[in-house]
């Protein structure tokens, strides 16, 4: 009686055949467990000294897991859905200042309240759309896609009424035009969040592997530098076409100094239509393409997690994690610092390098430039480790923003330092979404039991870069307006194109080196990297061994 009962619970599975199994095959399994085959990994006298639950678990049966990769066409369906946001934002940082001031006819204090608003905003919904996220259940669709899919059409609908300069009665234009552009301004920033930030956290969710990871990304950094490619050839193309050559009195009196009639100036006004309907037809082409080409994939101790941690608990563990803080903190600098000469770039060329119609041209070499080098950046990262990218990278842009601030207005040395700047812009772009993911696998290592906190993660990033964003542009047209700018001016005062240096040279500058000083704090370098993906390898493993002897102890009791 004894035997059969041990025979069926070192074989579960065996014993589990159908009544009507040949008598000798229940022999061969009882003379297996004396005798075991050539195929059995482990003999008797292992058997005896190994694991009961290891033995139990049939844990030692299986072979190593493959590494899983993603094939071409899963990255490259990954990555398009990284183009509308920077379609979109490309547009909107490069245009919108000099939109609201020169076609919109926003003053520039108004102006100013709402580039900062809106970008306040913005980065106020990062967190609140994240906190969403972290409460969302699984569906067939998984976490985070029905983020992106349901937010995608109202999204375009509000972008398009951005660029719509609306026809007020007399006497209510500059109020309601205000409001007008603050409402759909805003109701974007919140709902391309929707769509961003369940993007950024999909990171995690499309592999495990940490190489598989970093190569997505580089995939993802390529097409969205082209993204900002597209948008800065549609826009400017488009609206450079339109604009309308700079007239001035003999006398060059403030009162006439103005660039566009009024035929011209609805000319303008339907570009940037044109512009928008062409962005938000490209919004939603990669956003289906996303949506059919990415599936989200769970990670296997997560898996076993009943819920979610509550928000407020992750956020502080979150915010408690030192290279988390360090990372954003540095990258917070270097993006305010990147974010002034995006947001000041039109203004500067136009007004004080005196390029009125080459400043498209000039963001175009930047953004063809930052996309031809995205693989270069990636190698060196993968070569000499990403911390050492950082440093290299990022500083490059210094020289040339000091060559700008010394040089006199002369195009072929503008264009060659846009093209050398593009180099440092796609460092800026890659690096930091490069590094979250090992952040993020830190945590993980020290608090396994935290599942659903990549939302937080990527969310409080976009946060701080946003709000440094707002800042950035807050400050600039304020500062504009300090300096007597004109609305609508053929040319500016001394003073406004002297603002507008210091805002695209100098202090990037500074704000570069205090974020590269920064960047020294962060804890992570590639050895740090090396163990985290060992540990966290065998986290999965012991997981995945976990899940098995659960099914195991599940045949076990119907058998019994």
Request: glycine share 6%; charged share 15%; with cysteine.
């Amino acid at each position: 009686m004894l035997l059969p009962c041990m025979t069926n619970l070192y074989f579960p599975r065996a014993t589990s055949a159908t009544p009507s199994a040949p008598p000798g095959e229940g022999r061969a399994l009882h003379l297996e467990l004396f005798h075991p085959s050539p195929r059995s990994p482990r003999s008797w006298k292992e058997f005896v000294s190994g694991s009961w639950k290891e033995f139990v678990s049939g844990s030692w049966k299986k072979e190593p897991k493959k590494k899983q990769q993603l094939s071409i066409c899963n990255k490259l369906c990954y990555a398009v859905g990284g183009a509308p946001y920077q379609l979109t934002g490309c547009a909107l940082g490069f245009f919108l200042q000099i939109y609201l001031l020169d076609v919109a006819k926003v003053e520039p204090l108004p102006a100013s309240i709402i580039l900062f608003v809106g970008r306040a905003w913005d980065a106020f919904t990062d967190p609140l759309v994240g906190f969403c996220i972290s409460k969302s259940s699984w569906t067939r669709l998984g976490r985070l896609m029905p983020w992106i899919i349901f937010s995608t059409p109202l999204a375009i609908i509000a972008y398009f009424l951005i660029w719509f300069v609306p026809d007020f009665p007399p006497g209510m234009g500059r109020s309601h035009g205000f409001l007008w552009y603050l409402l759909f301004y805003c109701l974007f920033e919140t709902l391309v969040t929707c769509f961003h930030v369940p993007y950024s956290a999909l990171t995690m969710f499309i592999s495990t592997e940490q190489s598989e990871r970093d190569s997505a990304t580089a995939y993802r950094m390529t097409v969205e530098v082209l993204g900002t490619v597209i948008g800065t050839a549609i826009q400017g193309q488009i609206v450079g076409q339109a604009n309308a050559p700079c007239f001035q009195d003999q006398n060059g009196s403030a009162i006439v100094n103005r660039t566009q009639s009024t035929t011209s100036l609805k000319e303008t006004q339907n570009a940037y239509l044109l512009a928008a309907g062409i962005i938000a037809s490209i919004y939603v082409i990669c956003a289906i393409i996303l949506a059919l080409g990415v599936r989200e994939q769970r990670e296997s101790y997560e898996a076993q997690q009943a819920e979610s941690m509550p928000f407020f608990q992750g956020l502080r563990l979150v915010m408690s994690h030192g290279p988390y803080v360090k990372l954003i903190a540095g990258f917070l600098f270097t993006s305010l610092a990147f974010m002034l000469v995006e947001g000041n770039f039109a203004l500067f060329c136009t007004y004080t390098l005196g390029f009125r119609n080459e400043f498209q041209n000039l963001l175009l070499a930047i953004m063809l430039s930052a996309t031809f080098t995205i693989p270069i950046w990636q190698w060196f990262l993968t070569r000499f480790g990403k911390k050492t990218a950082v440093y290299v990278g990022i500083s490059s842009a210094v020289p040339f923003l000091i060559l700008v601030a010394l040089m006199k207005s002369n195009l072929i040395v503008t264009y060659v330092v846009a093209i050398a700047a593009g180099v440092s812009v796609a460092a800026a772009f890659l690096l930091p979404w490069s590094m979250l993911p090992d952040v993020i696998d830190d945590f993980h290592l020290k608090h396994p039991n935290s599942p659903g906190t990549e939302p937080i993660f990527f969310s409080f990033y976009v946060f701080f870069t946003k709000f440094a964003s707002g800042v950035s542009l807050g400050v600039s047209t304020l500062s504009l307006d300090f300096a007597e700018y004109q609305t609508q001016g053929c040319s500016q005062p001394e003073q406004v194109k002297f603002t507008l240096k210091m805002l695209v040279t100098m202090a990037p500058i500074i704000l570069i080196l205090l974020g590269l000083l920064l960047f020294k704090l962060y804890p992570i370098d590639e050895e740090k990297r090396r163990q985290n993906k060992k540990a966290l390898q065998a986290l999965r493993d012991e997981a995945s061994s976990s899940g098995c002897s659960d099914t195991d102890s599940t045949e076990l009791a119907s058998i019994l």
